[in-house]
């Protein structure tokens, strides 16, 4: 288990590196002059070039990406923002834990709702509730999340005034509306994931065993059939969970909400470059490990799965073996 | 001789499971209607696209004149949701077309030879998206700027992974089977054996994927050009219109009810359709 975590993570490094050449090229192709973005349209030549120079942006592309790469991975420095000259390495935490809060408190209104809504659509599969679930769960896919953003600060901010529309000052009360608004595709989703896997398990003998034994339908349900049910939903979890992460953007942009989505899409904006590469290399690295965590949650769900881990273990050894 | 009969059946009987399938049908018939309304938007509306109605300054809200009411320029919603339409759900249909061909290419190739080739080409769609999809999206289009094609490319761009991992473990499922032996013992060439033989076994998926693709690509255009990166106001496209009244959300709300509506409609009626036709083409369900 131990190995095959560590082969995971350290498959991880070419990636992220692979995903800083990417971008840093990207951004390098972008159109619009950082120098002339930051110091104005009235700045002279001589300005310009300096500050060009100072940004290092006359050095050619190799020569950039070399320094770059070498900050970042040899003295894990992402530098400075060109436009605000503060840190990246200090901004990004408070910012990213902004948005894991928002992408948690998401996750949880999803998940507990559309978990039992799901269960309720297997367990009375073709009857009204089972419909019922299952429209609801269709609008929610076909809803924009950013629509019903507007939505639903028309109604809860501006007509009863309750929850704040934008800002963070409110705590926990200022990510209720954001976290509403990114849930409900997830919401949906996590429904009718719940109802086909519940459906594919309901059926097994081990069920019929378990209510033939007198376990009470609740029990069974619970233990016996969800239990079972639940690779699948980790499953769509964990990729929700990675999609929260790094596409808070627009809601973040609707509701001010100052984490890592408006952070980047505002260095994007601004050609703040160091700031959009640093940023993508965190999320990407976020990203990556929530994946890890999915897998190793599998195993922990599910013995069969461990087994399978245990036992590639000893097939290497056996190889190794044989190979000495 | 039985061979073209039971081509044609094949496609017979994914088209009667299909029509079956009361929801699959009613998703069609509205996203026919909707073609029919956006692309014969002339005929529908006795306003034109850019024509501002000045007495609506006064009152933009729906009226008898104006059945969606007017927006911040005096221009009537429900003819610039039809000319929207028109942006959208192309913006939708290109992109997933051009990543599709794009992935299938990709897939087939990574797919069928395996191998090296198979592992420099998934290692390359990793790090692709290692990066969330949006950010990817976002750069892309600062990169190649805003506007109407350019917003199809960004779009295409990063849906280009997922069809193409799709497409390859299909493949892979595929080319063991004997008729691929069969197809390499008479000699037929690779992009024979590749597009002839075994893609059209291994599609299915991926036009399910490119049906609910659509949907999702339609509600993406739509929040680049809100937040200012895709297509620009005053172009008429959904998430323009939205982000262009955004502003006046606490004195006139009707005028993003409308455009997000129309939104919500279409990839609604393209999720049933792509429902439906999950269903038709899964060989689990076929009797």
């Not at chain 2, 094949?10 to 029919?36: P, T, Y």
């Not at chain 2, 759900?89 to 198979?118: E, H, N, R």
């Not at chain 2, 004997?178 to 060439?189: D, F, G, K, L, M």
Request: charged share 15%.
């Amino acid at each position: 288990m131990g190995r095959y975590i560590l082969k995971r993570l350290l498959w991880m490094i070419p990636i992220i590196l692979g995903v800083t050449i990417l971008v840093f090229a990207m951004m390098t192709v972008c159109p619009g002059d950082p120098a002339e973005i930051i110091l104005g349209s009235t700045a002279t030549q001589a300005d310009l070039a300096a500050k060009r120079t100072q940004l290092g942006l006359d050095q050619p592309f190799l020569v950039r990406l070399g320094k770059y790469m070498s900050d970042v991975f040899l003295r894990f420095d992402l530098g400075k923002s060109w436009i605000t000259g503060v840190s990246i390495s200090a901004s990004i935490p408070e910012r990213m834990s902004r948005t894991m809060i928002l992408a948690i408190v998401t996750l949880v209104i999803a998940f507990g709702l559309g978990i039992p809504l799901g269960i309720t659509a297997a367990t009375h599969q073709n009857k009204w509730q089972d419909s019922v679930s299952m429209v609801l769960a269709l609008i929610g896919v076909a809803i924009p999340n950013f629509w019903l953003a507007l939505l639903l600060i028309i109604l809860f901010s501006v007509k009863l005034g309750w929850l704040p529309a934008m800002g963070i000052e409110a705590g926990l009360a200022s990510y209720i509306l954001p976290a509403l608004s990114n849930s409900a595709g997830a919401l949906a989703n996590a429904a009718r994931q719940t109802r086909s896997s519940m459906l594919d398990v309901i059926r097994a003998d081990y069920i019929t065993t378990a209510r033939a034994k007198g376990v009470p339908e609740r029990e069974v349900i619970t233990k016996h059939a969800l239990k079972n049910a639940m690779i699948p939903i980790i499953t769509q979890m964990g990729t929700t969970f990675g999609r929260l992460l790094g596409g808070a953007m627009v809601i973040e942009t609707i509701f001010s909400l100052p984490g890592m989505g408006l952070y980047v899409i505002n260095a994007v904006n601004n050609r703040d470059y160091p700031v959009v590469q640093g940023g993508a290399i965190v999320l990407a690295i976020a990203f990556s490990l929530a994946m890890l965590l999915i897998d190793l949650l599998y195993a922990a769900v599910d013995p069969r799965i461990k087994a399978q881990y245990a036992s590639a273990k000893k097939g290497n050894a056996k190889k190794v073996k044989a190979n000495a | 001789m039985l061979k073209p009969v039971k081509k044609k059946s094949e496609f017979a009987r994914v088209m009667k499971q299909l029509a079956k399938n009361k929801l699959a049908i009613l998703g069609l018939i509205i996203l026919l209607a909707e073609i029919i309304l956006c692309a014969g938007a002339p005929l529908f509306t006795k306003y034109g696209v850019a024509e501002m109605d000045y007495m609506s300054f006064m009152d933009p809200t729906p009226s008898a004149e104006h059945i969606f009411g007017c927006d911040s320029m005096g221009f009537d919603i429900y003819t610039r949701v039809l000319y929207g339409g028109r942006y959208s759900i192309t913006i939708g249909i290109a992109a997933i077309i051009i990543s599709a061909c794009i992935g299938i290419v990709i897939g087939s190739v990574a797919g069928y030879f395996g191998g090296q080739v198979d592992n420099v080409i998934m290692r390359l769609l990793d790090v692709i998206q290692a990066i969330p999809g949006m950010l990817l999206m976002i750069v892309i289009s600062a990169m190649l700027g805003p506007g109407f094609v350019n917003t199809i490319l960004a779009l295409s761009v990063s849906s280009i992974p997922g069809m193409a991992r799709m497409l390859r473990a299909n493949m892979m499922k595929e080319r063991g089977n004997e008729y691929i032996e069969a197809s390499q013992s008479i000699n037929c060439s690779k992009p024979r054996i590749i597009f002839i033989h075994l893609l059209p076994n291994c599609i299915s998926p991926i036009i399910v994927q490119a049906t609910m693709g659509v949907a999702q690509t339609i509600t993406l255009a739509a929040s680049l050009s809100f937040i200012g990166l895709g297509v620009q106001p005053p172009t008429p496209e959904w998430g323009a219109m939205l982000s262009a009244s955004r502003a006046y959300i606490r004195q006139y709300p009707h005028m993003v009810i409308f455009p997000g509506l129309a939104i919500a409609v279409t990839v609604l009626a393209l999720n049933l359709l792509g429902d439906g036709l999950r269903d038709a083409l899964d060989p689990k369900l076929k009797n």
